[in-house]
Nanobody
């Protein structure tokens, strides 16, 4: 099993930045893929960014060039650096771990982009 704890959400003005953190209960090198998803009200949950155990990354087109996913292996933590935030980035952000063909989710952290 994998427990995930997110932090770092909040209220930010358009153009601002936030960094989300996701701490895992086991070595992230043992997890096939870790990712960030988001869900806005009335919309489906969507992939934002993911990082595989080997270090390769992928991003949703809507965040390319603005968001960066990274990790600290020693801390078993994955980060999502979000820059140039837009109102349409407002959503509940979830950390996800794909571990031995099961998906694990964090509790979610709210990101609100508003002036």
């Amino acid at each position: 099993q994998v427990q995930l704890v997110e932090s770092g959400g909040g209220l930010v003005q358009p153009g601002g930045s936030l960094r989300l953190s996701c701490a895992a209960s086991r070595s992230i090198l043992s997890i096939d893929t870790m990712g960030w998803f988001r869900q806005a009200p009335g919309k489906q949950r969507e992939l934002v960014a993911a990082i595989a155990s080997g270090g390769s990354t992928n991003y949703a087109d809507s965040v390319k060039g603005r968001f960066t996913i990274s990790r600290d292996i020693a801390k078993n933590t994955v980060y999502l650096q979000m820059n140039s935030l837009k109102p349409e980035d407002t959503a509940l952000y979830y950390c996800n771990a794909d571990y031995i063909i099961r998906n694990y989710w964090g509790q979610g952290t709210q990101v609100t982009v508003s002036s």
